[in-house]
């Protein structure tokens, strides 16, 4: 089954405790990941109208500011979702909180991650994956108001002047040591997340068909 990014959010608010990122996708059984950056962070709560069940997946605070969190977030949807939304809540008001809801489908449903997250203060981050087929996935807060997509990847919803970037390219073999960075913006990252989703597999018994058969 081939990977796909199902639906693209993003919202931000500027001195609130909470955000709201409202989510509509269109296939079933999807991965919803959701990439922050919680300037008075870090993130204490996620809940949606759907009632997914959110689960932390990493977070990095940015160079020189503590309590200032870049994190990824993940939850299954067994059913498309209808402008659903998610609330996020930070630690404390008085700080901005945005980021992007992305849902993916084709994902391995029992095992989504390919290996193990990076994360690091500093572009370009590197990831290895051991699947064929994965989408990679990269997260920056950056010193430049509006970075671009790094070689061969495309932003999930471009934001201007928002200080951060949230990236992808699906791959189809193996990656070592794959550089993820950025265009505009490259060197000069604060906090930054690389993760990748691995593809579903052929139901056991019936290798070597076409996809459409199965």
């Known amino acids: ?59 990095v605070s940015l160079t020189g500011q503590p309590n200032n969190y870049n994190e990824s977030w993940w939850a299954f949807s067994a059913n498309p979702l209808s402008a659903n939304a ?25 095992s989504p991650f390919d290996g ?17 087929n994965t989408i990679v996935f990269g997260q920056y807060a950056t010193a430049v108001g509006s970075p671009t997509a790094g070689g061969g990847f495309t932003q999930l919803s471009p934001q201007a002047n928002s200080f951060q970037i949230a990236e992808y390219q699906i791959e189809t073999s193996p990656q070592t040591n794959l550089s ?13 997340i690389v993760d990748a989703i691995r593809a579903a597999t052929p139901p056991v018994g019936i290798i070597g068909l076409a996809t459409s058969e199965w």
Do not use: E
């Open 86 to 110: 998610i609330t996020v809540t930070q630690n404390s008001a008085g700080g901005a909180l945005g980021g992007w809801a992305a849902g993916v489908n084709g994902a391995n449903l029992l």
């Open 180 to 192: 993820v960075t950025m265009t505009t913006g490259a060197g000069g990252a604060k906090a930054g």
């Open 1 to 59: 089954m081939a990977l796909s990014i199902d639906g693209v959010a993003y919202n931000v608010t500027l001195t609130s405790a909470t955000n709201i990122i409202t989510l509509t996708t269109s296939l079933p059984n999807d991965i919803i990941l959701l990439f922050l950056n919680a300037t008075s962070g870090p993130v204490t709560g996620i809940s949606d109208a759907a009632g997914l069940n959110w689960q932390f997946r990493t977070r």
């Open 116 to 132: 193990a997250v990076v994360t690091g203060n500093s572009d370009p981050l590197s990831i290895s994956t051991t699947n064929p």
